[in-house]
Protein backbone atom coordinates (compact mmCIF):
# COMPACT_ATOMS: atom_id res chain seq x y z
CA UNK A 1 0.00 0.00 0.00
CA UNK A 2 2.74 2.39 0.93
CA UNK A 3 4.74 1.28 -1.93
CA UNK A 4 1.42 1.66 -4.27
CA UNK A 5 0.94 5.11 -3.01
CA UNK A 6 4.79 6.09 -3.08
CA UNK A 7 4.55 5.48 -7.33
CA UNK A 8 1.17 7.62 -7.15
CA UNK A 9 3.05 10.40 -6.06
CA UNK A 10 6.50 9.78 -8.11
CA UNK A 11 4.36 9.78 -10.89
CA UNK A 12 2.28 13.24 -9.49
CA UNK A 13 5.40 14.81 -9.17
CA UNK A 14 6.92 14.08 -12.70
CA UNK A 15 3.94 14.94 -14.00
CA UNK A 16 3.58 18.56 -12.09
CA UNK A 17 7.10 18.98 -13.28
CA UNK A 18 6.95 18.45 -16.82
CA UNK A 19 3.85 20.58 -16.62
CA UNK A 20 5.59 23.36 -14.83
CA UNK A 21 8.08 23.08 -17.46
CA UNK A 22 6.12 23.26 -20.33
CA UNK A 23 4.52 26.43 -18.94
CA UNK A 24 8.30 27.76 -18.09
CA UNK A 25 9.04 26.65 -21.74
CA UNK A 26 5.76 28.41 -23.50
CA UNK A 27 6.12 31.66 -21.48
CA UNK A 28 9.70 31.99 -22.88
CA UNK A 29 8.92 31.26 -26.37
CA UNK A 30 5.94 34.06 -26.02
CA UNK A 31 8.65 36.33 -24.53
CA UNK A 32 11.16 35.84 -27.56
CA UNK A 33 8.26 35.80 -30.17
CA UNK A 34 6.67 39.22 -28.61
CA UNK A 35 10.48 40.54 -28.76
CA UNK A 36 11.30 39.87 -31.99
CA UNK A 37 7.76 39.39 -34.64
CA UNK A 38 7.25 43.18 -35.33
CA UNK A 39 11.41 43.72 -36.59
CA UNK A 40 10.28 40.33 -38.39
CA UNK A 41 7.46 41.68 -39.85
CA UNK A 42 8.89 44.67 -41.20
CA UNK A 43 11.94 42.65 -42.52
CA UNK A 44 10.02 40.31 -44.43
CA UNK A 45 7.82 43.11 -45.41
CA UNK A 46 10.45 44.64 -47.24
CA UNK A 47 11.45 41.50 -48.69
CA UNK A 48 8.15 40.75 -50.72
CA UNK A 49 6.67 44.49 -50.54
CA UNK A 50 3.27 43.37 -49.20
CA UNK A 51 2.12 43.17 -45.61
CA UNK A 52 -0.34 40.83 -45.68
CA UNK A 53 1.64 38.58 -47.42
CA UNK A 54 4.52 39.32 -44.27
CA UNK A 55 2.00 38.64 -41.93
CA UNK A 56 0.96 35.58 -43.07
CA UNK A 57 5.02 34.42 -43.52
CA UNK A 58 5.88 35.74 -39.78
CA UNK A 59 3.22 33.50 -38.43
CA UNK A 60 4.29 30.66 -40.13
CA UNK A 61 7.96 30.86 -39.10
CA UNK A 62 6.10 31.23 -35.38
CA UNK A 63 4.58 28.17 -35.81
CA UNK A 64 7.25 26.47 -37.54
CA UNK A 65 9.15 27.56 -34.49
CA UNK A 66 7.53 26.58 -32.07
CA UNK A 67 6.39 23.31 -33.76
CA UNK A 68 9.90 21.78 -34.32
CA UNK A 69 12.25 24.05 -32.37
CA UNK A 70 10.78 24.85 -29.21
CA UNK A 71 13.18 22.49 -26.90
CA UNK A 72 16.47 23.78 -28.00
CA UNK A 73 18.47 26.79 -26.02
CA UNK A 74 16.72 30.43 -25.99
CA UNK A 75 19.78 31.21 -27.75
CA UNK A 76 19.28 29.32 -30.73
CA UNK A 77 15.86 30.80 -31.44
CA UNK A 78 16.75 33.82 -33.05
CA UNK A 79 19.19 32.69 -36.40
CA UNK A 80 17.02 29.66 -36.21
CA UNK A 81 13.73 31.66 -36.70
CA UNK A 82 15.45 34.30 -38.66
CA UNK A 83 16.37 30.56 -40.49
CA UNK A 84 12.51 29.74 -41.25
CA UNK A 85 11.84 33.09 -42.14
CA UNK A 86 13.89 33.94 -44.70
CA UNK A 87 13.51 30.37 -46.47
CA UNK A 88 9.64 31.39 -46.52
CA UNK A 89 10.29 34.83 -48.21
CA UNK A 90 12.61 32.73 -50.52
CA UNK A 91 9.47 30.66 -51.25
CA UNK A 92 7.54 33.20 -51.66
CA UNK A 93 9.44 34.98 -54.45
CA UNK A 94 10.04 31.25 -56.04
CA UNK A 95 6.55 31.33 -56.51
CA UNK A 96 5.55 34.73 -57.32
CA UNK A 97 8.10 34.25 -60.40
CA UNK A 98 5.70 30.90 -61.32
CA UNK A 99 2.38 32.82 -60.95
CA UNK A 100 4.34 35.66 -62.96
CA UNK A 101 5.07 33.48 -65.83
CA UNK A 102 1.48 31.92 -66.26
CA UNK A 103 -0.09 35.56 -66.14
CA UNK A 104 2.64 36.46 -69.09
CA UNK A 105 1.49 33.44 -70.71
CA UNK A 106 -2.24 33.98 -70.44
CA UNK A 107 -1.54 37.64 -70.95
CA UNK A 108 -1.89 39.01 -68.22
CA UNK A 109 1.71 39.92 -67.33
CA UNK A 110 1.31 41.81 -63.69
CA UNK A 111 3.96 42.79 -61.45
CA UNK A 112 3.48 42.18 -57.41
CA UNK A 113 5.67 45.42 -57.48
CA UNK A 114 3.09 47.49 -59.33
CA UNK A 115 0.57 46.54 -57.12
CA UNK A 116 2.24 47.90 -53.74
CA UNK A 117 0.80 50.55 -52.24
CA UNK A 118 3.05 52.47 -50.33
CA UNK A 119 0.71 54.42 -48.63
CA UNK A 120 -1.32 51.62 -47.32
CA UNK A 121 1.76 50.36 -45.96
CA UNK A 122 3.41 53.27 -44.35
CA UNK A 123 3.29 53.24 -40.52
CA UNK A 124 0.66 55.14 -38.43
CA UNK A 125 2.68 58.51 -38.02
CA UNK A 126 3.73 59.29 -34.74
CA UNK A 127 3.06 62.55 -32.49
CA UNK A 128 5.93 64.56 -34.55
CA UNK A 129 5.37 67.64 -36.77
CA UNK A 130 4.53 66.63 -39.95
CA UNK A 131 7.15 68.18 -41.98
CA UNK A 132 9.53 65.40 -40.12
CA UNK A 133 7.23 62.89 -40.67
CA UNK A 134 7.28 63.51 -44.23
CA UNK A 135 11.09 63.78 -44.59
CA UNK A 136 11.03 60.12 -41.95
CA UNK A 137 8.78 59.01 -44.37
CA UNK A 138 10.48 59.60 -47.62
CA UNK A 139 13.81 59.15 -46.38
CA UNK A 140 12.61 55.23 -45.31
CA UNK A 141 10.54 55.28 -48.54
CA UNK A 142 14.34 55.30 -50.34
CA UNK A 143 15.39 53.21 -48.08
CA UNK A 144 13.08 50.15 -48.83
CA UNK A 145 13.47 51.10 -52.80
CA UNK A 146 17.13 50.62 -52.19
CA UNK A 147 17.16 47.95 -50.24
CA UNK A 148 15.09 45.79 -53.15
CA UNK A 149 16.74 46.92 -55.75
CA UNK A 150 19.72 44.91 -53.95
CA UNK A 151 20.61 41.41 -55.00
CA UNK A 152 18.26 38.63 -52.17
CA UNK A 153 21.24 37.52 -50.69
CA UNK A 154 22.61 40.82 -49.97
CA UNK A 155 19.19 42.14 -48.49
CA UNK A 156 19.43 39.23 -46.26
CA UNK A 157 22.92 40.03 -45.02
CA UNK A 158 22.18 43.93 -44.06
CA UNK A 159 18.84 43.21 -42.84
CA UNK A 160 19.64 41.03 -40.45
CA UNK A 161 23.27 42.29 -39.38
CA UNK A 162 21.66 45.96 -39.33
CA UNK A 163 18.27 45.64 -38.26
CA UNK A 164 17.57 42.50 -36.55
CA UNK A 165 21.51 43.28 -34.62
CA UNK A 166 22.60 39.34 -35.74
CA UNK A 167 26.72 38.72 -35.61
CA UNK A 168 27.94 36.72 -38.40
CA UNK A 169 27.75 33.66 -37.40
CA UNK A 170 24.17 34.02 -36.32
CA UNK A 171 22.90 35.45 -39.88
CA UNK A 172 25.01 32.63 -41.37
CA UNK A 173 22.77 30.23 -39.82
CA UNK A 174 19.72 32.15 -40.68
CA UNK A 175 21.10 32.38 -44.41
CA UNK A 176 22.00 29.11 -44.34
CA UNK A 177 25.50 30.11 -45.97
CA UNK A 178 29.19 30.19 -44.79
CA UNK A 179 30.34 33.06 -42.64
CA UNK A 180 32.69 34.27 -45.14
CA UNK A 181 29.75 34.49 -47.69
CA UNK A 182 27.89 36.74 -45.08
CA UNK A 183 30.29 39.47 -44.21
CA UNK A 184 30.75 39.42 -48.14
CA UNK A 185 27.22 40.25 -49.20
CA UNK A 186 26.88 42.71 -46.11
CA UNK A 187 29.93 44.37 -47.30
CA UNK A 188 28.44 45.06 -51.44
CA UNK A 189 25.10 45.57 -49.77
CA UNK A 190 26.21 48.94 -48.14
CA UNK A 191 28.63 49.76 -50.67
CA UNK A 192 25.55 49.30 -52.91
CA UNK A 193 23.09 51.59 -50.86
CA UNK A 194 25.82 54.25 -50.24
CA UNK A 195 26.03 54.92 -53.69
CA UNK A 196 22.44 54.74 -54.09
CA UNK A 197 21.22 56.73 -50.87
CA UNK A 198 24.50 59.07 -50.59
CA UNK A 199 22.90 61.99 -52.62
CA UNK A 200 19.88 61.70 -50.31
CA UNK A 201 20.38 61.00 -46.98
CA UNK A 202 21.56 64.81 -46.43
CA UNK B 1 20.65 64.31 -42.32
CA UNK B 2 24.27 63.86 -42.54
CA UNK B 3 25.55 62.25 -45.63
CA UNK B 4 26.97 58.77 -44.89
CA UNK B 5 30.71 58.63 -45.76
CA UNK B 6 31.31 55.56 -44.44
CA UNK B 7 29.51 51.89 -44.20
CA UNK B 8 28.79 52.67 -40.15
CA UNK B 9 26.85 55.64 -40.98
CA UNK B 10 24.67 53.97 -43.66
CA UNK B 11 23.96 50.99 -41.08
CA UNK B 12 23.70 53.83 -38.27
CA UNK B 13 20.81 55.67 -40.45
CA UNK B 14 19.21 52.79 -42.12
CA UNK B 15 19.06 51.39 -38.33
CA UNK B 16 17.41 54.74 -37.42
CA UNK B 17 14.61 54.22 -40.00
CA UNK B 18 13.74 51.12 -39.51
CA UNK B 19 13.15 51.40 -35.71
CA UNK B 20 11.16 54.46 -36.35
CA UNK B 21 9.18 51.93 -38.53
CA UNK B 22 9.00 49.18 -36.39
CA UNK B 23 7.90 51.49 -32.97
CA UNK B 24 4.86 53.29 -35.72
CA UNK B 25 3.19 49.74 -36.74
CA UNK B 26 -0.66 50.44 -36.67
CA UNK B 27 -2.81 48.71 -33.85
CA UNK B 28 -4.40 46.30 -36.59
CA UNK B 29 -1.14 44.83 -37.34
CA UNK B 30 0.09 44.89 -34.02
CA UNK B 31 -3.11 42.83 -33.02
CA UNK B 32 -2.26 40.52 -36.04
CA UNK B 33 0.95 39.88 -35.09
CA UNK B 34 -0.35 39.15 -30.91
CA UNK B 35 -3.41 36.56 -33.43
CA UNK B 36 -0.24 34.43 -34.78
CA UNK B 37 1.87 34.13 -32.16
CA UNK B 38 -1.04 32.72 -29.81
CA UNK B 39 -1.61 30.32 -32.15
CA UNK B 40 2.02 29.25 -32.57
CA UNK B 41 1.91 28.72 -28.60
CA UNK B 42 -0.49 26.56 -29.13
CA UNK B 43 1.24 24.04 -31.38
CA UNK B 44 3.02 23.32 -27.72
CA UNK B 45 -0.02 21.89 -26.58
CA UNK B 46 -0.45 19.44 -29.68
CA UNK B 47 0.94 16.29 -29.03
CA UNK B 48 3.87 15.05 -31.52
CA UNK B 49 3.18 13.35 -34.56
CA UNK B 50 -0.74 15.23 -35.12
CA UNK B 51 0.67 17.92 -37.01
CA UNK B 52 3.29 15.60 -38.80
CA UNK B 53 0.49 13.03 -40.26
CA UNK B 54 -1.99 16.26 -40.74
CA UNK B 55 0.69 17.55 -43.42
CA UNK B 56 0.53 13.97 -45.25
CA UNK B 57 -3.27 13.45 -45.22
CA UNK B 58 -3.69 15.89 -47.78
CA UNK B 59 -0.20 14.08 -50.53
CA UNK B 60 -1.65 10.70 -49.63
CA UNK B 61 -5.58 11.79 -50.81
CA UNK B 62 -4.11 12.50 -54.04
CA UNK B 63 -2.18 9.90 -54.22
CA UNK B 64 -4.57 7.47 -54.03
CA UNK B 65 -7.65 9.24 -56.20
CA UNK B 66 -4.55 9.33 -58.81
CA UNK B 67 -3.95 5.16 -58.30
CA UNK B 68 -7.75 5.23 -58.47
CA UNK B 69 -8.26 7.10 -61.87
CA UNK B 70 -5.56 4.68 -63.29
CA UNK B 71 -6.97 1.73 -62.01
CA UNK B 72 -10.68 2.97 -63.66
CA UNK B 73 -8.97 4.04 -66.47
CA UNK B 74 -7.49 0.63 -67.36
CA UNK B 75 -9.93 -2.09 -68.36
CA UNK B 76 -9.77 -6.17 -66.41
CA UNK B 77 -7.66 -6.90 -68.82
CA UNK B 78 -5.01 -4.27 -68.26
CA UNK B 79 -5.90 -2.65 -71.52
CA UNK B 80 -6.29 1.07 -71.49
CA UNK B 81 -9.84 2.20 -72.12
CA UNK B 82 -8.39 5.33 -72.43
CA UNK B 83 -8.02 4.84 -76.23
CA UNK B 84 -11.77 3.90 -76.65
CA UNK B 85 -12.75 7.38 -75.32
CA UNK B 86 -12.73 10.23 -77.85
CA UNK B 87 -9.67 10.46 -80.27
CA UNK B 88 -8.34 13.59 -82.36
CA UNK B 89 -9.79 11.14 -85.52
CA UNK B 90 -13.65 11.50 -84.01
CA UNK B 91 -13.05 15.43 -83.61
CA UNK B 92 -12.41 15.75 -87.46
CA UNK B 93 -15.19 13.40 -88.91
CA UNK B 94 -17.48 16.14 -86.77
CA UNK B 95 -15.82 18.74 -88.00
CA UNK B 96 -16.08 17.72 -91.42
CA UNK B 97 -18.93 19.83 -93.52
CA UNK B 98 -20.07 16.30 -95.61
CA UNK B 99 -20.73 15.14 -91.78
CA UNK B 100 -22.62 17.78 -91.62
CA UNK B 101 -24.55 17.17 -94.92
CA UNK B 102 -25.18 13.36 -94.08
CA UNK B 103 -27.35 14.06 -91.14
CA UNK B 104 -30.05 15.88 -93.53
CA UNK B 105 -29.89 13.07 -95.61
CA UNK B 106 -30.59 10.64 -93.01
CA UNK B 107 -33.58 10.12 -94.42
CA UNK B 108 -32.48 9.20 -97.49
CA UNK B 109 -30.04 6.65 -95.63
CA UNK B 110 -32.96 4.82 -94.01
CA UNK B 111 -34.31 4.29 -97.26
CA UNK B 112 -31.22 2.81 -98.89
CA UNK B 113 -30.93 0.63 -96.13
CA UNK B 114 -34.33 -0.64 -96.65
CA UNK B 115 -33.59 -1.18 -100.14
CA UNK B 116 -30.36 -3.35 -99.48
CA UNK B 117 -32.52 -5.43 -97.26
CA UNK B 118 -35.53 -6.36 -99.63
CA UNK B 119 -32.78 -6.40 -102.24
CA UNK B 120 -31.01 -9.34 -100.15
CA UNK B 121 -34.58 -10.89 -99.20
CA UNK B 122 -35.42 -10.95 -103.00
CA UNK B 123 -31.88 -12.89 -103.40
CA UNK B 124 -32.00 -15.25 -100.69
Request: hydrophobic share 40%; proline share 3%; aromatic share 6%.
Amino acid sequence: MNAAVGVFAVSCTREQSTGAGTLQREQQLNQFLAEVERRALRIAEIAVRDRDEALDLVQEAMIKLARNYADRPGDEWTPLFYRILQNGVRDWHRRQKVRNRVMVWFGRGTSSEDDYDVAANTPDPASRPPDVELQTHEAMQRLEASLHELPNRQREAFMLRTFEGLDVAGTAVAMGCSAGSVKTHYSRAVHALRDKLGDHWQ
Amino acid sequence: MNEPGNKEQVAKQAKELFDDSVETLDAATLSRLNQGRHKALAELHKPAGVSRWGGWLPATAVAAAVLVTVLVMRGPDGVAVIEEMVTASDFEMLLEEDSLEMFEDLEFFALLDMVDLETNDDVG
